[in-house]
């Protein structure tokens, strides 16, 4: 959780870090990788891409990087199948997504990270476990809204904001296209807010190397447009058999990790 209790060693970590070229490398490799992970099912990739980032880089300049990786990714993915994306979910989400923004900015609450990962995995299962008819819709008005709420507020509490937003747009009648890019277009304005949270409100000295930054976009565009001729080859039924599995993976790793935490800190206390 990059948030996690800002006053302890690794959240408060300052630590210097010196961008080499191998660096520079090794991480744009990552990052097509992430990114063509992303390009064909919407999700995944930033996350694998936030777990490395925040172990070699000091947090603020870890989510300052991320965000601008990540909105440079779904940026390039939402103009590559502007065509397919369904503005009325957008606008939507994004209401509840600044309302976030603003309890955040007062309040800056900070969960622990074991309460934290436990979110991130647990609110998927709850989506799927509610009644059919009032299974995920992104045409709501009012379930929309509460998600872009949740899921900012997941976002600015851990970086990210889990499977909760892909199962989300899985269960509107969106084809494997929509999917794709109306998540992609909410992604886009979600980490402009993490960017503004982060590098702004949390930490106004967060520093962003230039040569990574453009290695970064770079990289993300490239994976993103490689990607794109997989999806094609798709069809939406295997799309969303891959995708409910990836995300019921990764929601199980997130139960894991923290309920591991939550263990090792009783333990030790």
Same mark, same amino acid.
């Given at each position: 959780?990059?948030?996690?209790?800002?006053?302890?060693?690794?959240?408060?970590?300052?630590?210097?870090?010196?961008?080499?070229?191998?660096?520079?490398?090794?991480?744009?490799?990552?990052?097509?990788?992430?990114?063509?992970? &992303?390009?064909? #099912?919407?999700?995944?990739?930033?996350?694998?891409?936030?777990?490395?980032?925040?172990?070699?880089?000091?947090?603020?300049?870890?989510?300052?990087?991320?965000?601008?990786?990540?909105? *440079?990714?779904?940026?390039?993915?939402?103009?590559?199948?502007?065509?397919?994306? %369904?503005?009325?979910?957008?606008?939507?989400?994004? #209401?509840?997504?600044?309302?976030?923004?603003?309890?955040?900015?007062?309040?800056?609450?900070?969960?622990?990270?074991?309460? *934290?990962?436990?979110?991130? $995995?647990?609110?998927?299962?709850?989506?799927?476990?509610?009644?059919?008819?009032?299974?995920?819709?992104?045409?709501?008005?009012?379930? $929309?809204? #509460? +998600?872009?709420?949740?899921?900012? $507020?997941?976002?600015?509490?851990?970086?990210? &904001? $889990?499977?909760?937003?892909?199962?989300?747009?899985?269960?509107?009648?969106?084809?494997?296209?929509?999917?794709?890019?109306?998540?992609?277009?909410?992604?886009?304005? &979600?980490? #402009?807010?993490?960017?503004? +949270?982060?590098?702004?409100?949390?930490?106004?000295?967060?520093?962003?190397?230039?040569?990574? *930054?453009?290695?970064?976009?770079?990289?993300?565009?490239?994976?993103?447009?490689?990607?794109? %001729?997989?999806?094609?080859?798709? &069809?939406?039924?295997?799309?969303?058999?891959?995708?409910? %599995?990836?995300?019921?993976?990764?929601?199980?790793?997130?139960?894991?990790?923290?309920?591991?935490?939550?263990?090792?800190?009783?333990?030790?206390?």
């Amino acid at each position: 959780s990059p948030r996690e209790e800002r006053g302890e060693g690794e959240l408060a970590d300052c630590r210097e870090v010196h961008v080499t070229p191998l660096l520079i490398a090794a991480l744009g490799i990552l990052m097509v990788a992430t990114a063509f992970l &992303s390009g064909i #099912f919407g999700m995944a990739g930033g996350l694998i891409l936030i777990g490395v980032l925040l172990t070699i880089l000091p947090l603020p300049s870890a989510m300052v990087l991320h965000a601008v990786t990540q909105m *440079a990714s779904n940026g390039w993915r939402a103009l590559l199948w502007r065509a397919h994306i %369904r503005w009325r979910p957008v606008a939507i989400y994004m #209401f509840g997504a600044l309302l976030a923004l603003g309890a955040w900015s007062i309040t800056r609450y900070v969960p622990d990270k074991p309460i *934290a990962l436990l979110l991130l $995995g647990i609110t998927p299962f709850m989506a799927r476990m509610t009644p059919k008819n009032i299974k995920p819709n992104p045409d709501s008005i009012a379930q $929309g809204s #509460f +998600y872009g709420f949740i899921c900012m $507020g997941l976002m600015l509490m851990t970086g990210v &904001s $889990g499977p909760l937003m892909d199962t989300f747009f899985l269960g509107g009648n969106f084809n494997r296209k929509e999917v794709v890019a109306t998540k992609a277009a909410c992604q886009v304005a &979600s980490h #402009f807010v993490k960017l503004v +949270y982060f590098g702004g409100i949390i930490d106004q000295a967060a520093s962003l190397d230039p040569v990574l *930054a453009v290695v970064a976009v770079a990289a993300s565009m490239l994976g993103t447009t490689l990607a794109r %001729r997989l999806l094609e080859a798709m &069809s939406d039924a295997q799309f969303r058999t891959w995708a409910n %599995r990836l995300i019921t993976a990764i929601a199980c790793y997130y139960i894991a990790y923290g309920s591991w935490l939550l263990l090792s800190s009783y333990l030790k206390a």
